[in-house]
Every structure is written in C-alpha cells, then in structure tokens.
C-alpha cells in the first residue's frame, strides 16, 4: 500500500508508482468514485472530441435532415403508441 498526504487545500498528489502503473500524465483527469466508505481513482482517457472521425457515415455527405425525419417518425410511432 502506498500512502499520501492531504494538503490544506485538500489537494493529494498520486503516487509516481500508481501514475507510471495507470499512466496517468500531466493535465490528464481523473474520476472519483465512491463506494461505501471506499474511493476509487479512475483515468478519463479521452474527450468526446477525440472519437472525431470514428464512425464512418452512410453516405457522403450525411443526410442529416433525413436522419431528423425519420427520427421524429419513429418517437412520433412510439408516443402514440403504434411500434
């Protein structure tokens, strides 16, 4: 187990072992989530920006108004209640 030190601003600094085992770089974020009376550190790897050109689209250019359409039919379908 390694230990760290809480600063008066309620700052901690992650261990260089525990950084180097995430690889955890500066300017990176972290997420804090509690369980119990446990808190576990987890890297946030990436933005949403980062998953730009990921998905290749159907057609070029994308028809976006079509998509629009045909999503406003099916909730339409779907709140009157016709599946």
């Known amino acids: 187990m390694l230990e760290s030190t809480i600063t008066r601003k309620g700052q901690v600094t992650i261990p260089k072992v525990i950084r180097d085992r995430l690889g955890i770089k500066e300017g990176e974020k972290v997420l804090f989530v509690v369980r119990g009376e446990e808190v576990i550190l987890k890297v946030i790897k ?33 709140v009157v209640g016709h599946d």
């Not at 050109?53 to 108004?65: K, L, M, N």
């Open 46 to 78: 990436g933005t949403i920006l980062d998953l730009k050109g990921s998905v290749q689209p159907s057609a070029h250019p994308e028809d976006f108004e079509r998509i629009r359409r045909s999503v406003k039919q099916a909730v339409a379908k779907k």
